[in-house]
């Protein structure tokens, strides 16, 4: 029975290996100036993981079928050398795994992460909350007025919880539900969570961060394709998790210049 299994699981990992060697799964087009490095970290990363797993899988198959017996009351044999040997192995695997993950992330992941925003970025700070994103622009005066959360109110649309009379930097703040942002142009993305974790996806820029209560994040990155794009939340964030999304639309500048005109005109 042990053979058997141990066949069993070298067919399980070659037909899960196959559709990843085949690309059966096109990643999404990619409108953003960081996203060629994070699909190369991508490949890279799958590549090494994967043959990894194909490695680690082969060697489980083979300890099964090597140290398995098909005869009843026959004792199983143990691995030379006890059990010392096998943890020792395992680290060194895992810390290699890690380690070579860190180098191939350098290149990519810390180049988006850390390095600052151009100081001309485009500021758009967004809060996500259960099951809504919203989103602030800071206005001609390019300063975010103070938030005061005690005076969010969803009954009033202050998502953002502003106090426009007291607030000087506040008044010409502009809250959207949509995202807008000229092309080819840095912005800078502020996020906050008003209450649990939530996530910013957006597949098409290759960015994916959590919002994490509690903590202000930020990142930056470039849209370079004109067009509407879908921001997802994909952290399971409450029973309406599966319908909080919100949209981005990448605009050319005179577009943009207009569409904040507008919305700071709703205000
Ligand atoms: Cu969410």
Same mark, same amino acid.
């Given at each position: 029975?042990?053979?058997?299994?141990?066949?069993?699981?070298?067919?399980?990992?070659?037909?899960?290996?196959? =559709?990843?060697?085949?690309?059966?799964?096109?990643?999404?087009?990619?409108?953003?100036?960081? $996203?060629? *490095?994070?699909?190369?970290? /991508?490949?890279? /990363?799958?590549?090494?993981?994967?043959?990894?797993?194909?490695?680690?899988?082969?060697?489980?198959?083979?300890?099964?079928?090597? !140290?398995?017996?098909?005869? %009843?009351?026959?004792? /199983?044999?143990? !691995?030379? $050398? @006890?059990?010392?040997?096998?943890?020792?192995?395992?680290?060194?695997?895992?810390?290699?795994?890690?380690?070579?993950? $860190?180098?191939?992330?350098?290149?990519?992941?810390?180049?988006?992460? !850390?390095?600052?925003?151009?100081?001309?970025?485009? %500021?758009?700070?967004?809060?996500?909350?259960?099951? *809504?994103?919203?989103?602030?622009? =800071? @206005? =001609?005066? @390019?300063?975010?007025?103070?938030?005061?959360?005690?005076?969010?109110?969803?009954?009033?649309?202050?998502?953002?919880?502003?106090?426009?009379?007291?607030?000087?930097?506040?008044? +010409?703040?502009?809250?959207? *539900?949509?995202?807008?942002?000229?092309?080819?142009?840095?912005?800078?993305?502020?996020?906050?969570?008003?209450?649990?974790?939530?996530? !910013?996806?957006?597949?098409?820029?290759?960015? %994916?961060?959590?919002?994490?209560?509690?903590?202000?994040?930020?990142?930056?990155?470039?849209?370079?394709?004109? $067009?509407?794009?879908?921001?997802?939340? /994909? %952290?399971?964030? @409450?029973?309406?998790?599966?319908?909080?999304?919100?949209?981005?639309?990448?605009?050319?500048?005179?577009?943009?210049? +207009?569409?904040?005109?507008?919305?700071?005109?709703?205000?």
């Amino acid at each position: 029975m042990a053979k058997f299994f141990a066949v069993i699981i070298v067919v399980i990992t070659i037909a899960s290996a196959i =559709p990843i060697v085949m690309h059966t799964w096109p990643t999404p087009q990619d409108i953003s100036t960081h $996203g060629a *490095a994070i699909d190369d970290q /991508t490949n890279e /990363t799958m590549l090494e993981a994967g043959i990894s797993f194909v490695i680690s899988q082969i060697i489980l198959a083979f300890f099964i079928w090597r !140290f398995s017996s098909w005869r %009843q009351g026959e004792k /199983t044999k143990t !691995f030379p $050398g @006890g059990a010392k040997a096998m943890v020792w192995a395992a680290f060194l695997l895992v810390g290699t795994e890690v380690l070579a993950l $860190g180098i191939f992330g350098v290149k990519a992941w810390a180049n988006v992460y !850390f390095t600052p925003p151009a100081a001309d970025a485009v %500021q758009v700070q967004a809060q996500a909350g259960q099951f *809504a994103f919203y989103f602030r622009y =800071p @206005g =001609p005066d @390019g300063k975010f007025g103070p938030i005061h959360p005690e005076m969010i109110n969803e009954a009033n649309a202050n998502f953002f919880g502003i106090d426009q009379t007291n607030d000087a930097d506040s008044k +010409d703040d502009v809250v959207t *539900a949509e995202m807008a942002i000229p092309v080819n142009k840095e912005v800078h993305l502020l996020m906050h969570s008003k209450d649990v974790g939530h996530s !910013f996806f957006v597949p098409e820029l290759r960015v %994916q961060q959590d919002f994490v209560p509690g903590l202000d994040l930020s990142l930056h990155f470039t849209a370079t394709k004109i $067009g509407r794009y879908e921001i997802v939340c /994909t %952290q399971l964030c @409450g029973l309406g998790h599966y319908n909080m999304k919100a949209y981005l639309s990448v605009l050319s500048q005179s577009d943009y210049d +207009d569409w904040i005109k507008k919305q700071a005109a709703l205000q």
